[in-house]
C-alpha cells in the first residue's frame, strides 16, 4: 500500500507502536503423528494487510485456522486482541478453555473461506443477520439496518432477498465478506478468498478487499494472486514446510526476495 500504515506513522512520530493484534509464537501443529507447522512465529499488527503466499500444502490454511481456534495448537501461543486464544494462563502452566470461551474468542476474527459456506436455505440478508442476531451484537433493528449498509458496501444492496444459489460466486463471496464483517471482527482471515471463482469474477472480490485494507482493517490474506498481493498489501510471507521462509515488505520480497526458495516459487506462480 502507498499509504503509511498505522505502525510507520507512529514510528515516524516517536509515539511508541501499539502493540501486535495477533501474536503467534513458537506454533506447532501436527495432524494425527504428521506435524504440519514447525514452531512458527509470526506477528501482526493493527491496520495492517499481511499475504500468505506458498506451495500447496505448506501449511497456510493451518495457520489461519490456527488463529481463530478453528485447529487446535499443540505447542506455544496465539494471542489475539491481547487474549490468550483457547488457553487460559495460571502461574506458568497453560489450561484449556471451555469451547464456550473459545467460540466467544473467535468472534475477534472474521473468517472468510475459499468456498463461501453461505447457508443455501437463507437468504443472503439472514446469512448476514444470523450470528450478530444470535450474538445480540446490537439491537434487531441495528444490526439490520448494519447489514444492508455492508450488503451496500460489497456492491449488493439489491440482493438482500435473494438465495445463495440465485447469486455467482463473486457475489456469494462477497456476502460472505459481508457475513464476516457483521460481527465486527478485529481481524479480517481469509483463506484463497479467489480460488474458487472464474477468472473473470476474482477481480470484483479483490476489489471489495482492496476497499477494506484502504478502511484500515487488519487482514491476513491467503492468496495466490500475486499480483494483487503486492499492490495492496504491506507484508508479504512466504510459507513452505510448514515454516516461514521469509517475512518482509511486499515490494522487497516481490522484487528482490532474500531466500532463494522463495525466489523459486515466485518464478513458477508471476
Ligand atoms: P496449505 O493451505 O498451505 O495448502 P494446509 O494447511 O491445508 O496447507 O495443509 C498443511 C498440511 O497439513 C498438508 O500436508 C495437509 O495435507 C495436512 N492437513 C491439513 N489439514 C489436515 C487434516 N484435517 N487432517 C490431516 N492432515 C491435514
Ligand atoms: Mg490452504
Given at each position: 500500500?502507498?499509504?503509511?500504515?498505522?505502525?510507520?506513522?507512529?514510528?515516524?512520530?516517536?509515539?511508541?507502536?501499539?502493540?501486535?493484534?495477533?501474536?503467534?509464537?513458537?506454533?506447532?501443529?501436527?495432524?494425527g503423528?504428521?506435524?504440519?507447522?514447525?514452531g512458527?512465529?509470526?506477528?501482526?499488527?493493527?491496520?495492517?494487510?499481511?499475504?500468505?503466499?506458498?506451495?500447496?500444502?505448506?501449511?497456510?490454511?493451518?495457520?489461519?485456522?490456527?488463529?481463530?481456534?478453528l485447529?487446535?495448537?499443540?505447542?506455544?501461543?496465539?494471542?489475539?486482541?491481547?487474549?490468550?486464544?483457547?488457553?487460559?494462563?495460571?502461574?506458568?502452566?497453560?489450561?484449556?478453555?471451555?469451547?464456550?470461551?473459545?467460540?466467544?474468542?473467535?468472534?475477534?476474527?472474521?473468517?472468510?473461506?475459499?468456498?463461501?459456506?453461505?447457508?443455501?436455505?437463507?437468504?443472503?440478508?439472514?446469512?448476514?443477520?444470523?450470528?450478530?442476531?444470535?450474538?445480540?451484537?446490537?439491537?434487531?433493528?441495528?444490526?439490520?439496518?448494519?447489514?444492508?449498509?455492508?450488503?451496500?458496501?460489497?456492491?449488493?444492496?439489491?440482493?438482500?432477498?435473494?438465495?445463495?444459489?440465485?447469486l455467482?460466486g463473486g457475489?456469494?463471496?462477497?456476502?460472505?465478506?459481508?457475513?464476516?464483517?457483521?460481527?465486527?471482527?478485529?481481524?479480517?482471515?481469509?483463506?484463497?478468498?479467489?480460488?474458487?471463482?472464474?477468472?473473470?469474477?476474482?477481480?470484483?472480490?479483490?476489489?471489495?478487499?482492496?476497499?477494506?485494507?484502504?478502511?484500515?482493517?487488519?487482514?491476513?490474506?491467503?492468496?495466490?494472486?500475486?499480483?494483487?498481493?503486492?499492490?495492496?498489501?504491506?507484508?508479504?510471507?512466504?510459507?513452505?514446510?510448514?515454516?516461514?521462509?521469509?517475512?518482509?515488505?511486499?515490494?522487497?520480497?516481490?522484487?528482490?526476495?532474500?531466500?532463494?526458495?522463495?525466489?523459486?516459487?515466485?518464478?513458477?506462480?508471476?
Amino acid at each position: 500500500m502507498t499509504q503509511q500504515t498505522s505502525v510507520q506513522a507512529a514510528a515516524a512520530s516517536g509515539v511508541a507502536p501499539l502493540p501486535p493484534i495477533v501474536e503467534i509464537s513458537s506454533v506447532s501443529k501436527s495432524y494425527g503423528n504428521v506435524e504440519v507447522l514447525h514452531g512458527v512465529d509470526f506477528r501482526v499488527m493493527p491496520g495492517e494487510v499481511v499475504a500468505i503466499i506458498g506451495p500447496s500444502g505448506s501449511g497456510k490454511s493451518t495457520l489461519l485456522r490456527c488463529i481463530n481456534h478453528l485447529e487446535q495448537i499443540d505447542s506455544g501461543t496465539v494471542v489475539v486482541a491481547d487474549e490468550l486464544i483457547g488457553y487460559r494462563r495460571s502461574g506458568g502452566d497453560l489450561f484449556e478453555l471451555p469451547e464456550r470461551l473459545t467460540a466467544k474468542q473467535r468472534r475477534a476474527t472474521g473468517m472468510v473461506f475459499q468456498s463461501f459456506n453461505l447457508f443455501p436455505h437463507l437468504t443472503v440478508l439472514e446469512n448476514i443477520t444470523l450470528a450478530p442476531l444470535k450474538h445480540r451484537v446490537s439491537s434487531k433493528a441495528e444490526v439490520a439496518a448494519e447489514a444492508h449498509r455492508l450488503l451496500d458496501k460489497v456492491g449488493l444492496g439489491e440482493k438482500a432477498r435473494s438465495y445463495p444459489g440465485e447469486l455467482s460466486g463473486g457475489q456469494q463471496q462477497r456476502v460472505a465478506i459481508a457475513r464476516a464483517l457483521a460481527m465486527k471482527p478485529q481481524v479480517m482471515l481469509f483463506d484463497e478468498p479467489t480460488s474458487a471463482l472464474d477468472p473473470e469474477l476474482v477481480g470484483e472480490v479483490l476489489e471489495v478487499l482492496k476497499q477494506l485494507a484502504e478502511t484500515g482493517m487488519t487482514m491476513i490474506v491467503v492468496t495466490h494472486e500475486i499480483a494483487f498481493a503486492g499492490q495492496i498489501c504491506d507484508r508479504i510471507v512466504f510459507m513452505e514446510d510448514g515454516r516461514i521462509v521469509e517475512d518482509g515488505p511486499a515490494a522487497q520480497v516481490l522484487a528482490g526476495p532474500r531466500e532463494e526458495r522463495t525466489r523459486t516459487f515466485l518464478s513458477r506462480v508471476l
